[in-house]
């Protein structure tokens, strides 16, 4: 396990110098990138496609960007329409047709996304993508008389280093405007609440508590005064374990899971309560390994006595989902007759699901961030599992 400095963490100049490709100031655009992808999508959206149009299903195809399908399906409800997520392409249900709506969504040079807008022409189903303007995958969805949102993705470098395209971090900053183009789309064709017009006020709230998270969690906030800062001292040195209460916090939890793992280079388990806690006496247990078979012995011998890998509960709550009180309850009070306690909590609460979702996100992105800071990781290494369509290579 890497050693966190904590006093890196207060210093502003050092966090700046240690931050060569700028991230932290990347995700403090989060908020701009948002706005910039509800512009986009209600300039391409409302002549293109009416509520009426709503389709039987909508098949959304994403690479690893975060988890775009579960957000999407987490904010939107239990809509029927609303979607069968194939990843990062693949090929079309047997069933899909000209009453099913394809929505792909990337930075435009993923070839399964390529080739599933050909499969979506053959099949008569209707296509749309969120990608960048003059993206291969813009071409190849306007040939297929499809669509284009074409939204604003960070993909070239930023700061004095950069980061490279091929990088996790560089894949997880496009979670934002492709994430606000899939909900315009959805709402358009009237498969969610969310439509391109005045109705999307709840997405311009979400880019605003982006913008008051990211204030809070900023460089120049000390460490007690931080959230983020203070969550990522807390599970330094750990295997974070990260419980999502709520439906929002449980996508908020899989996102966290995912950039410590990419950017910070920290392994890390997720999961959504109450399921995810069933086995938690199981996976604390089993987590304590590495430890001395007898740790009472004084005079046992200590030169080859390995650190202990140590396993901690992370707690991301939504404090508006009424299903996440029960839960929560119930793993703090197992936890506590395990002797054990959550090393790090994040709540949101207050505004729509996605207004408390980008609380949640922000926050634990910003805690990866710290983390591979404080470690020296360095999030934007180009060698950190770079990233394509499939995963990490």
Request: with cysteine; proline share 8%.
């Amino acid at each position: 396990m890497n050693i966190l400095d904590e006093a890196l963490l207060d210093d502003q100049d050092g966090i700046a110098r240690a931050d060569t490709a700028e991230t932290l100031r990347a995700l403090a655009g989060a908020g701009a990138q948002v706005r910039r992808a509800v512009q986009a999508a209600r300039e391409a959206l409302p002549a293109a496609i009416a509520p009426r149009d709503r389709p039987r299903t909508v098949i959304l195809a994403a690479p690893a960007y975060g988890p775009l399908g579960h957000a999407l399906r987490a904010v939107t409800g239990a809509d029927a329409a609303l979607p069968v997520i194939l990843g990062a392409g693949g090929t079309l249900p047997g069933w899909a047709g000209p009453m099913d709506l394809v929505l792909t969504a990337g930075r435009g040079d993923e070839p399964g996304l390529i080739d599933l807008a050909g499969q979506a022409y053959r099949r008569g189903c209707q296509t749309v993508a969120a990608t960048p303007g003059g993206s291969a995958l813009d071409a190849a969805v306007q040939q297929s008389r499809g669509v284009v949102v074409r939204v604003p993705v960070d993909t070239g470098s930023v700061g004095a280093a950069g980061y490279a395209d091929e990088t996790v971090f560089a894949a997880q900053t496009a979670f934002w405007p492709l994430f606000t183009a899939l909900l315009a789309i959805t709402g358009a064709c009237g498969a969610s609440a969310f439509t391109p017009g005045e109705s999307l006020a709840s997405v311009d709230a979400m880019a605003d508590r982006l913008d008051e998270t990211s204030t809070r969690c900023r460089p120049a906030a000390e460490a007690y005064l931080n959230p983020a800062k203070g969550l990522a001292g807390a599970i330094a040195g750990t295997i974070p374990v990260v419980w999502g209460a709520g439906t929002v916090a449980g996508v908020a939890a899989e996102r966290f899971a995912t950039m410590l793992t990419g950017v910070a280079a920290a392994p890390a388990l997720s999961g959504p309560l109450p399921i995810a806690g069933r086995y938690m006496d199981r996976v604390f247990q089993a987590g304590e390994t590495g430890a001395a078979d007898d740790p009472d012995d004084f005079f046992r011998d200590r030169v080859d006595e390995p650190d202990p890998v140590r396993m901690y509960p992370v707690l991301l709550v939504d404090h508006d989902d009424p299903a996440a009180a029960a839960p929560v309850d119930h793993a703090r009070r197992t936890l506590g007759a395990l002797g054990r306690a959550a090393v790090g909590e994040v709540g949101a609460r207050g505004g729509s699901p996605v207004e408390r979702l980008a609380e949640l996100i922000a926050v634990t992105d910003f805690a990866a961030v710290y983390l591979a800071l404080g470690t020296g990781v360095g999030p934007a290494a180009p060698g950190l599992f770079p990233w394509t369509e499939g995963g990490p290579r």
